[in-house]
Protein backbone atom coordinates (compact mmCIF):
# COMPACT_ATOMS: atom_id res chain seq x y z
CA UNK A 1 0.00 0.00 0.00
CA UNK A 2 1.37 3.38 -0.79
CA UNK A 3 -0.06 7.25 -0.31
CA UNK A 4 -0.14 10.04 -2.20
CA UNK A 5 -0.14 13.54 -1.02
CA UNK A 6 -1.98 16.18 -3.86
CA UNK A 7 -4.01 19.12 -3.36
CA UNK A 8 -3.62 18.85 0.69
CA UNK A 9 -5.19 15.24 0.12
CA UNK A 10 -3.90 11.91 0.86
CA UNK A 11 -4.84 9.13 -1.17
CA UNK A 12 -4.41 5.51 -0.84
CA UNK A 13 -3.66 3.11 -3.08
CA UNK A 14 -2.94 -0.92 -2.55
CA UNK A 15 -3.09 -3.61 -5.21
CA UNK A 16 -6.74 -3.65 -6.07
CA UNK A 17 -7.04 0.46 -6.73
CA UNK A 18 -5.91 0.70 -10.47
CA UNK A 19 -8.36 -2.62 -10.92
CA UNK A 20 -11.34 -0.79 -10.00
CA UNK A 21 -10.22 1.76 -13.21
CA UNK A 22 -10.25 -1.22 -15.59
CA UNK A 23 -13.45 -2.58 -14.64
CA UNK A 24 -15.17 0.78 -14.25
CA UNK A 25 -14.68 1.27 -18.14
CA UNK A 26 -14.55 -2.39 -18.74
CA UNK A 27 -17.53 -3.89 -17.25
CA UNK A 28 -19.66 -0.83 -16.56
CA UNK A 29 -19.57 1.15 -19.50
CA UNK A 30 -17.13 3.59 -17.93
CA UNK A 31 -19.99 5.09 -15.22
CA UNK A 32 -19.01 5.04 -11.57
CA UNK A 33 -22.63 5.23 -10.52
CA UNK A 34 -23.16 2.11 -12.09
CA UNK A 35 -19.81 0.29 -10.28
CA UNK A 36 -21.17 1.89 -6.59
CA UNK A 37 -24.73 0.41 -7.30
CA UNK A 38 -22.92 -3.24 -8.95
CA UNK A 39 -20.60 -3.58 -5.38
CA UNK A 40 -22.48 -1.43 -2.95
CA UNK A 41 -22.90 -4.88 -1.03
CA UNK A 42 -19.05 -4.45 -0.22
CA UNK A 43 -18.02 -1.87 2.13
CA UNK A 44 -14.48 -2.93 0.68
CA UNK A 45 -15.19 -2.22 -3.02
CA UNK A 46 -17.63 0.80 -1.84
CA UNK A 47 -14.61 2.74 0.28
CA UNK A 48 -12.53 1.98 -3.01
CA UNK A 49 -14.90 3.53 -5.45
CA UNK A 50 -14.82 6.40 -3.84
CA UNK A 51 -11.31 6.85 -3.56
CA UNK A 52 -10.69 6.52 -7.36
CA UNK A 53 -13.48 8.88 -7.83
CA UNK A 54 -11.21 11.34 -5.45
CA UNK A 55 -8.32 10.63 -7.65
CA UNK A 56 -9.50 10.72 -10.98
CA UNK A 57 -10.97 14.28 -9.77
CA UNK A 58 -7.73 15.39 -8.62
CA UNK A 59 -5.69 13.86 -11.61
CA UNK A 60 -8.57 15.80 -13.51
CA UNK A 61 -9.63 12.52 -15.91
CA UNK A 62 -5.75 11.85 -16.03
CA UNK A 63 -5.76 8.28 -14.87
CA UNK A 64 -8.07 5.94 -16.86
CA UNK A 65 -7.98 2.23 -17.56
CA UNK A 66 -5.82 2.47 -20.57
CA UNK A 67 -2.97 2.93 -17.92
CA UNK A 68 -3.75 -0.44 -16.16
CA UNK A 69 -5.13 -2.72 -19.29
CA UNK A 70 -5.18 -5.30 -20.47
CA UNK A 71 -6.66 -7.46 -18.13
CA UNK A 72 -7.36 -10.99 -18.32
CA UNK A 73 -11.13 -13.57 -17.62
CA UNK A 74 -8.96 -14.81 -14.74
CA UNK A 75 -7.97 -11.69 -13.27
CA UNK A 76 -11.66 -10.30 -13.38
CA UNK A 77 -12.84 -13.43 -11.65
CA UNK A 78 -10.20 -12.94 -8.26
CA UNK A 79 -10.94 -9.49 -7.77
CA UNK A 80 -14.83 -11.09 -7.21
CA UNK A 81 -13.55 -13.45 -5.36
CA UNK A 82 -11.51 -11.36 -2.85
CA UNK A 83 -14.49 -8.79 -2.33
CA UNK A 84 -17.01 -11.72 -1.99
CA UNK A 85 -18.83 -10.15 -4.89
CA UNK A 86 -21.46 -12.74 -6.96
CA UNK A 87 -21.14 -12.32 -10.33
CA UNK A 88 -24.82 -13.51 -11.00
CA UNK A 89 -26.52 -10.94 -8.67
CA UNK A 90 -24.89 -7.69 -10.99
CA UNK A 91 -25.62 -9.08 -14.31
CA UNK A 92 -28.42 -5.91 -14.51
CA UNK A 93 -25.22 -3.67 -14.47
CA UNK A 94 -22.49 -5.46 -16.73
CA UNK A 95 -21.41 -4.03 -19.79
CA UNK A 96 -21.83 -7.81 -22.09
CA UNK A 97 -21.32 -6.24 -25.29
CA UNK A 98 -17.55 -5.13 -24.27
CA UNK A 99 -16.78 -8.64 -23.03
CA UNK A 100 -18.37 -9.75 -26.14
CA UNK A 101 -16.05 -7.11 -28.81
CA UNK A 102 -12.79 -8.54 -26.62
CA UNK A 103 -13.52 -12.26 -27.09
CA UNK A 104 -14.08 -11.67 -30.34
CA UNK A 105 -10.70 -9.90 -30.89
CA UNK A 106 -9.46 -12.93 -28.69
CA UNK A 107 -10.79 -14.75 -31.41
CA UNK A 108 -9.05 -13.10 -34.27
CA UNK A 109 -5.62 -13.58 -32.62
CA UNK A 110 -6.56 -17.01 -32.37
CA UNK A 111 -5.85 -16.74 -28.62
CA UNK A 112 -9.18 -19.40 -28.03
CA UNK A 113 -8.56 -19.86 -24.39
CA UNK A 114 -8.49 -16.19 -23.62
CA UNK A 115 -12.13 -15.93 -25.72
CA UNK A 116 -13.26 -18.79 -24.24
CA UNK A 117 -12.42 -17.63 -20.85
CA UNK A 118 -13.99 -14.71 -21.36
CA UNK A 119 -17.32 -16.37 -22.52
CA UNK A 120 -17.36 -18.50 -19.28
CA UNK A 121 -17.24 -15.19 -17.52
CA UNK A 122 -20.19 -13.89 -18.78
CA UNK A 123 -21.85 -17.16 -18.04
CA UNK A 124 -20.93 -16.07 -14.06
CA UNK A 125 -22.92 -13.36 -14.47
CA UNK A 126 -25.87 -14.75 -16.65
CA UNK A 127 -25.80 -18.40 -16.79
CA UNK A 128 -28.21 -17.67 -20.05
CA UNK A 129 -25.97 -15.09 -21.75
CA UNK A 130 -26.74 -14.97 -25.79
CA UNK A 131 -23.04 -13.74 -26.23
CA UNK A 132 -21.50 -16.36 -24.40
CA UNK A 133 -22.66 -18.35 -26.77
CA UNK A 134 -21.85 -16.48 -29.75
CA UNK A 135 -18.57 -16.57 -28.72
CA UNK A 136 -18.41 -20.53 -27.64
CA UNK A 137 -19.59 -21.54 -31.55
CA UNK A 138 -17.90 -19.17 -32.98
CA UNK A 139 -14.95 -20.69 -31.64
CA UNK A 140 -15.90 -24.07 -32.10
CA UNK A 141 -17.02 -22.98 -35.87
CA UNK A 142 -13.09 -22.15 -36.41
CA UNK A 143 -11.62 -25.19 -34.94
CA UNK A 144 -14.10 -26.93 -37.78
CA UNK A 145 -16.15 -28.17 -35.27
CA UNK A 146 -19.46 -27.50 -37.42
CA UNK A 147 -21.92 -29.94 -35.11
CA UNK A 148 -21.17 -28.49 -32.29
CA UNK A 149 -21.03 -24.83 -33.13
CA UNK A 150 -24.45 -25.10 -34.91
CA UNK A 151 -26.31 -25.91 -31.61
CA UNK A 152 -24.20 -23.41 -29.84
CA UNK A 153 -24.88 -20.40 -32.20
CA UNK A 154 -28.73 -21.70 -32.57
CA UNK A 155 -28.97 -21.10 -28.85
CA UNK A 156 -27.51 -17.81 -28.28
CA UNK A 157 -30.03 -16.78 -31.25
CA UNK A 158 -32.85 -18.49 -29.70
CA UNK A 159 -31.71 -16.09 -26.39
CA UNK A 160 -31.07 -13.12 -28.46
CA UNK A 161 -32.86 -12.97 -31.45
CA UNK A 162 -30.86 -9.78 -32.37
CA UNK A 163 -27.25 -11.03 -32.05
CA UNK A 164 -27.10 -10.57 -35.43
CA UNK A 165 -23.40 -12.00 -34.77
CA UNK A 166 -24.60 -14.65 -34.22
CA UNK A 167 -26.96 -15.30 -37.24
CA UNK A 168 -23.67 -14.55 -39.27
CA UNK A 169 -22.05 -17.20 -38.27
CA UNK A 170 -24.79 -19.42 -37.98
CA UNK A 171 -25.16 -18.98 -41.48
CA UNK A 172 -21.56 -19.90 -42.50
CA UNK A 173 -22.29 -23.03 -40.71
CA UNK A 174 -25.16 -24.40 -41.90
CA UNK A 175 -23.41 -23.90 -45.21
CA UNK A 176 -20.20 -25.91 -44.37
CA UNK A 177 -22.54 -28.74 -43.24
CA UNK A 178 -24.28 -28.74 -46.68
CA UNK A 179 -27.46 -27.34 -45.19
CA UNK A 180 -28.01 -24.80 -47.93
CA UNK A 181 -31.64 -24.07 -47.57
CA UNK A 182 -31.30 -23.14 -43.44
CA UNK A 183 -28.20 -21.15 -44.57
CA UNK A 184 -30.34 -19.41 -47.15
CA UNK A 185 -32.78 -18.80 -44.57
CA UNK A 186 -30.44 -17.40 -42.40
CA UNK A 187 -28.92 -14.65 -44.66
CA UNK A 188 -32.51 -14.19 -45.80
CA UNK A 189 -33.35 -12.73 -41.87
CA UNK A 190 -30.11 -10.79 -41.72
CA UNK A 191 -31.08 -8.84 -45.13
CA UNK A 192 -34.12 -8.47 -44.38
CA UNK A 193 -33.34 -6.68 -40.85
CA UNK A 194 -29.93 -4.53 -42.21
CA UNK A 195 -30.66 -4.34 -46.43
CA UNK A 196 -27.34 -2.74 -46.55
CA UNK A 197 -25.23 -5.79 -45.75
CA UNK A 198 -23.11 -6.23 -49.03
CA UNK A 199 -21.65 -9.30 -47.89
CA UNK A 200 -24.91 -11.30 -46.48
CA UNK A 201 -26.47 -10.61 -50.42
CA UNK A 202 -23.11 -12.42 -51.78
CA UNK A 203 -23.30 -15.38 -49.24
CA UNK A 204 -27.24 -15.95 -49.81
CA UNK A 205 -26.56 -16.30 -53.71
CA UNK A 206 -23.78 -19.03 -52.66
CA UNK A 207 -26.57 -21.10 -50.56
CA UNK A 208 -29.23 -20.38 -53.52
CA UNK A 209 -26.46 -21.92 -56.42
CA UNK A 210 -26.13 -24.53 -54.13
CA UNK A 211 -30.08 -25.41 -54.26
CA UNK A 212 -29.01 -24.96 -58.53
CA UNK A 213 -31.88 -22.37 -57.49
CA UNK A 214 -30.33 -19.55 -60.33
CA UNK A 215 -33.44 -17.44 -60.79
CA UNK A 216 -33.47 -16.62 -56.85
CA UNK A 217 -30.53 -15.78 -56.69
CA UNK A 218 -30.24 -13.83 -59.95
CA UNK A 219 -33.25 -11.96 -58.17
CA UNK A 220 -30.96 -11.27 -55.02
CA UNK A 221 -28.05 -9.69 -57.14
CA UNK A 222 -30.55 -7.66 -58.70
CA UNK A 223 -31.66 -6.57 -55.50
CA UNK A 224 -28.16 -5.96 -54.30
CA UNK A 225 -27.57 -3.66 -57.46
CA UNK A 226 -30.31 -1.69 -57.11
CA UNK A 227 -29.10 -0.91 -53.83
CA UNK A 228 -26.10 -0.10 -54.91
CA UNK A 229 -26.34 0.95 -58.38
CA UNK A 230 -22.30 1.65 -58.34
CA UNK A 231 -21.49 -1.70 -57.16
CA UNK A 232 -19.30 -3.16 -59.58
CA UNK A 233 -18.46 -7.06 -58.65
CA UNK A 234 -22.55 -6.93 -58.12
CA UNK A 235 -22.85 -6.36 -61.34
CA UNK A 236 -20.35 -8.68 -62.56
CA UNK A 237 -21.96 -11.51 -60.32
CA UNK A 238 -25.36 -10.71 -62.34
CA UNK A 239 -24.28 -10.65 -65.85
CA UNK A 240 -22.60 -13.96 -65.19
CA UNK A 241 -25.33 -15.41 -63.93
CA UNK A 242 -28.03 -13.79 -66.37
CA UNK A 243 -25.76 -15.31 -69.08
CA UNK A 244 -26.03 -19.27 -67.47
CA UNK A 245 -29.31 -18.73 -67.47
CA UNK A 246 -29.86 -17.45 -71.09
CA UNK A 247 -31.27 -13.99 -70.33
CA UNK A 248 -28.68 -12.22 -72.66
CA UNK A 249 -30.20 -8.98 -73.09
CA UNK A 250 -30.99 -7.95 -69.91
CA UNK A 251 -26.54 -9.46 -69.25
CA UNK A 252 -26.28 -6.84 -72.06
CA UNK A 253 -28.00 -4.41 -70.04
CA UNK A 254 -25.95 -4.78 -67.18
CA UNK A 255 -22.94 -4.67 -69.23
CA UNK A 256 -23.73 -1.42 -70.68
CA UNK A 257 -23.61 -0.10 -67.41
CA UNK A 258 -20.45 -1.51 -65.74
CA UNK A 259 -18.74 0.07 -68.75
CA UNK A 260 -20.12 3.43 -67.76
CA UNK A 261 -19.46 2.67 -64.15
CA UNK A 262 -16.58 4.82 -62.07
CA UNK A 263 -14.63 2.17 -59.98
CA UNK A 264 -14.41 2.82 -56.21
CA UNK A 265 -10.95 0.97 -55.99
CA UNK A 266 -8.06 -0.96 -57.37
CA UNK A 267 -10.37 -4.06 -58.06
CA UNK A 268 -13.07 -2.75 -59.52
CA UNK A 269 -10.77 -1.17 -61.74
CA UNK A 270 -9.44 -4.23 -63.36
CA UNK A 271 -12.65 -5.69 -63.67
CA UNK A 272 -13.98 -2.68 -65.35
CA UNK A 273 -10.88 -2.35 -67.58
CA UNK A 274 -11.10 -5.69 -68.94
CA UNK A 275 -14.54 -5.71 -69.65
CA UNK A 276 -13.82 -2.62 -71.57
CA UNK A 277 -10.76 -3.58 -73.54
CA UNK A 278 -12.24 -6.88 -74.07
CA UNK A 279 -15.30 -4.42 -75.88
CA UNK A 280 -12.27 -1.93 -77.16
CA UNK A 281 -12.89 1.05 -75.28
CA UNK A 282 -9.82 2.06 -75.50
CA UNK A 283 -10.30 5.68 -75.10
CA UNK A 284 -12.38 5.22 -72.43
CA UNK A 285 -10.20 2.76 -70.17
CA UNK A 286 -7.30 5.47 -70.80
CA UNK A 287 -9.79 8.13 -69.82
CA UNK A 288 -10.73 6.45 -66.41
CA UNK A 289 -7.57 4.66 -65.12
CA UNK A 290 -5.88 8.45 -65.62
CA UNK A 291 -8.68 9.71 -63.83
CA UNK A 292 -8.64 6.91 -60.83
CA UNK A 293 -4.95 7.31 -60.54
CA UNK A 294 -5.16 11.03 -60.48
CA UNK A 295 -8.03 11.17 -57.51
CA UNK A 296 -6.39 8.28 -55.44
CA UNK A 297 -2.33 8.72 -55.95
CA UNK A 298 -2.20 5.46 -56.96
CA UNK A 299 -1.27 2.56 -56.60
CA UNK A 300 0.98 2.51 -59.65
CA UNK A 301 0.93 -0.97 -60.82
CA UNK A 302 -2.51 0.10 -62.59
CA UNK A 303 -0.19 2.34 -64.85
CA UNK A 304 0.02 -0.99 -66.73
CA UNK A 305 -3.41 -1.16 -67.50
CA UNK A 306 -2.76 1.97 -69.84
CA UNK A 307 -0.14 0.00 -72.02
CA UNK A 308 -3.05 -1.40 -74.07
CA UNK A 309 -4.98 1.99 -74.71
CA UNK A 310 -1.46 3.39 -75.49
CA UNK A 311 -0.49 0.91 -77.74
CA UNK A 312 -3.98 0.64 -79.61
CA UNK A 313 -4.25 4.23 -80.12
CA UNK A 314 -0.96 4.63 -81.87
CA UNK A 315 1.16 6.08 -78.61
CA UNK A 316 4.23 3.61 -78.55
CA UNK A 317 6.20 5.54 -76.89
CA UNK A 318 4.23 6.81 -73.66
CA UNK A 319 3.55 2.95 -73.24
CA UNK A 320 7.25 1.90 -73.78
CA UNK A 321 8.09 4.81 -70.77
CA UNK A 322 5.27 3.03 -68.60
CA UNK A 323 7.04 -0.44 -69.56
CA UNK A 324 10.61 0.86 -68.46
CA UNK A 325 9.36 2.15 -65.18
CA UNK A 326 8.18 -1.46 -64.52
CA UNK A 327 11.15 -3.19 -66.11
CA UNK A 328 13.18 -4.24 -63.21
CA UNK A 329 9.78 -5.39 -61.36
CA UNK A 330 8.45 -9.05 -61.34
CA UNK A 331 5.12 -7.18 -61.68
CA UNK A 332 5.83 -6.80 -65.13
CA UNK A 333 5.68 -10.33 -66.53
CA UNK A 334 3.83 -12.04 -63.58
CA UNK A 335 0.84 -9.59 -63.38
CA UNK A 336 1.54 -7.39 -66.69
CA UNK A 337 2.37 -9.72 -69.01
CA UNK A 338 -0.67 -12.53 -68.22
CA UNK A 339 -3.72 -10.34 -66.91
CA UNK A 340 -2.93 -7.57 -69.07
CA UNK A 341 -0.70 -7.81 -72.27
CA UNK A 342 -1.15 -10.99 -73.55
CA UNK A 343 -4.78 -11.03 -73.63
CA UNK A 344 -5.49 -8.29 -75.29
CA UNK A 345 -2.17 -7.24 -77.81
CA UNK A 346 -1.13 -9.39 -80.37
CA UNK A 347 2.45 -10.90 -80.79
CA UNK A 348 3.67 -7.93 -82.95
CA UNK A 349 2.05 -5.63 -80.67
CA UNK A 350 4.12 -7.03 -78.28
CA UNK A 351 7.20 -7.22 -79.83
CA UNK A 352 7.32 -3.36 -80.82
CA UNK A 353 6.81 -2.22 -77.31
CA UNK A 354 9.89 -4.76 -76.17
CA UNK A 355 7.46 -6.25 -73.49
CA UNK A 356 8.33 -9.70 -71.44
CA UNK A 357 7.16 -12.77 -74.39
Not at 235 to 255: C, D, F, P
Request: a negative charge.
Amino acid sequence: MIKIKMQNRIFTIDDWTPYFFILKDFLFNGDWEDVYEALKGSKSASDQIENCRSIETAFDGEINSELFLPTTALEIRDFFQSFEISPEKIKNYIAFSAIHEYANEMILEEDYQEAEELARLMTDFDADCAYAYDIFGTIAFDKGQIAKSIETLEKACELNPDLDEAYSTLGQAYFNNGEYDRSANVWERLIEKNPDDVLAYFTLVDAYLQQNKINDAIASLRMMVERFPSHLMGKINLISLLKKAGRGEEAAAYEHEVEQTQPQNSTELEIWARMNLEKQNYELVEEGIKKFLLQNNGPAFLKLWLVVPYVKSGKIDEAKRIISEFRESNILFNYGKHEIFDPFLEEKEIWECELPC
